[in-house]
């Protein structure tokens, strides 16, 4: 039964996990509050406290909500804050479901993967036809690099003044892990690659540090040779995103020894990255080890970014690879168009009482309703309603 409605079913884990959800909120807060792109210190300090008492006996921080993959990264506020929405916890359901980052293989991800999910939005279609083909039915909206719809985590004119003191900056993305991975890769070999190789031409060097490795030596050894460590937040932080933006922003040029949704970001922000040969890290997922086949296609996807991101890499393969991934420009909506797909969820979910039986036969009605409509809102509606549903 608790199974069979969306408000049913996240009424009830709600309050199941009502304890642990205001627990990680309280302490999400906490660390929101702090600037870790100034104040690193204080975030390592809290994210060493959290690992010590919420992560001691395995597991991973985050709350226990229907949609929660929406939260994470501040992906959920930034495009409801872009639409002109004031964003609340109401659009967890309402809004479709944000995939969170670039999961490069033809995996259907977790997030579609689960009967209550009525809609979904990722960045760009590259595994389009592997979603549709298991949730046929299903609209999936592709929206570009979600980092467009955010704001600056500081004003205009803090970013210059920043930016002033900061000159010429080489900001550097080490390969990351999370609660159930590990990561290997040369670290005192990375360090001296980019401070010796690359930093010479630059006047300072950003390094971020992702929440769950803050506390990780590769950092303290930068901040040895003379670099800066940041980080954007919390996995759940809203202001994750905002704070990412200002990072690459106050940047020249960026580097990395991994895959990670970063890589498009400076595309779309006109930032080059660059790919670090041989300092390809490998993660081993703990959790759940890969197929062969997956780690094929995961390969596969990195000989390719660590050749078309290297100094003097083919720019329309670049171009390309950004389009598949991360959509490219042409898939960027307007705020009106992010209403509009808003409103269609609410739609299905009002329309169907939230049965999830009924998601697919009410969604096809709306299509078919719209496809009638010679009003702005309705051609609107059909025209991202069908593209959403289009399997190629």
Not at 79 to 100: C, K, M, Q, T, W
Not at 120 to 149: D, E, F, N, W
Not at 300 to 320: N, Q
């Amino acid at each position: 039964m608790f199974d069979s409605n969306i408000f049913v079913k996240s009424h009830m884990l709600s309050l199941r996990h009502y304890a642990n959800n205001s627990r990680v909120l309280t302490i999400t807060k906490k660390a929101s509050e702090i600037d870790s792109l100034r104040d690193f210190d204080s975030f390592r300090s809290l994210v060493v406290q959290l690992k010590e008492h919420e992560l001691n006996e395995g597991g991973t921080f985050g709350t226990n909500r229907l949609a929660s993959e929406s939260l994470f990264y501040g992906h959920l506020k930034a495009l409801v804050e872009y639409a002109g929405l004031d964003y609340s916890d109401r659009y967890r359901l309402i809004f479709p479901n944000i995939e969170h980052g670039i999961g490069w293989l033809q995996r259907v991800p977790n997030n579609v993967n689960q009967p209550f999910v009525h809609c979904a939005i990722a960045q760009g279609g590259y595994r389009k036809k592997t979603i549709c083909s298991l949730r046929r039915g299903m609209p999936l909206y592709t929206v570009g690099p979600y980092i467009h719809y955010a704001a600056q985590y500081y004003s205009d004119s803090a970013i210059e003044e920043i930016k002033a003191r900061l000159g010429r900056t080489l900001l550097v993305f080490p390969a990351h892990t999370y609660e159930l991975s590990d990561v290997t890769y040369g670290k005192e070999r990375f360090v001296d690659t980019v401070m010796q190789k690359w930093a010479c031409s630059f006047d300072s060097v950003l390094v971020s540090a992702y929440w769950h490795d803050a506390d990780d030596e590769v950092f303290s050894l930068f901040d040895k040779a003379g670099a800066r460590v940041v980080s954007s937040g919390l996995r759940e932080d809203p202001l994750f995103i905002s704070r990412l933006k200002t990072l690459i922003t106050l940047s020249d040029a960026v580097a990395g020894n991994a895959l990670g949704t970063h890589i498009g970001y400076c595309d779309y922000l006109n930032k080059p990255f660059y790919m670090i040969d041989g300092d390809a890290a490998v993660i081993a997922d703990t959790g759940n080890a890969f197929k062969s086949e997956e780690e094929r296609q995961l390969d596969e996807v990195l000989r390719i970014a660590s050749d078309i991101y290297k100094a003097g890499g083919d720019g329309a393969r670049r171009l390309e690879f950004y389009r598949r991934y991360w959509g490219g420009s042409d898939a960027i909506k307007t705020p009106e168009e992010i209403r509009c797909m808003i409103g269609i969820s609410e739609d299905v979910l009002r329309l169907s009482h939230g049965a999830v039986a009924e998601f697919v036969q009410v969604t096809g009605a709306l299509l078919e309703e719209a496809s009638r409509e010679e009003s702005h809102e309705g051609i609107m509606r059909y025209r991202l309603l069908s593209q959403a549903m289009e399997r190629d």
